[in-house]
């Protein structure tokens, strides 16, 4: 087979339906689009959500809750994640997004999940309580980044 025998399979093409063209072509006169309302104007276009008069679903849903714009989101890592680190290593949210640990734009946070047991500089901008009491029994140090 060569790049010119090529075709589309047998009925993957179908004729575009031909209106307009007199009675006794079956798409005559309206052009298949009836007579008179929106529909048989040109430019016709149905708005979004448009349900035909119905009241649209947007409108019938009761309204609840609302979003807060300003609140911090934080990037979560557990005590158990700094272990895989080298010992000694400074540890910020930059050497974690660089790492693959975080995807970083948000706030760090460090949690208290799991052992550590190498001493490391951590610098986030908050931790929990087990948190920082895992990073210190570690021989480890806290910086908060305001």
């Given at each position: 087979m ?11 093409i ?56 300003f ?18 290593a400074?540890v910020?949210?930059e ?10 734009g948000?706030?760090l ?5 799991g ?5 490391l500089?951590?610098?986030?901008h ?21």
């Amino acid at each position: 087979m060569k790049l010119n025998e090529l075709k589309p399979a047998k009925g993957a093409i179908k004729k575009s339906k031909r209106v307009g063209h007199g009675p006794g072509s079956g798409h005559g006169k309206t052009s298949t689009k009836g007579a008179k309302g929106d529909q048989s104007r040109s430019g016709y276009r149905v708005k979004f959500g448009y349900e035909g008069g119905q009241m649209p679903i947007t409108r019938r849903i009761p309204k609840r809750g609302f979003t807060n714009i300003f609140k911090k989101h934080y990037e979560i890592v557990n005590v158990e994640l700094l272990n895989r680190l080298d010992a000694g290593a400074e540890v910020s949210p930059e050497y974690l997004k660089e790492k693959g640990y975080i995807k970083g734009g948000k706030l760090l946070k460090i949690l208290g999940q799991g052992e550590l047991s190498k001493p490391l500089s951590v610098k986030a901008h908050k931790f929990s309580k087990t948190a920082e009491e895992k990073i210190l029994k570690a021989k480890g140090k806290i910086e908060k980044i305001s």
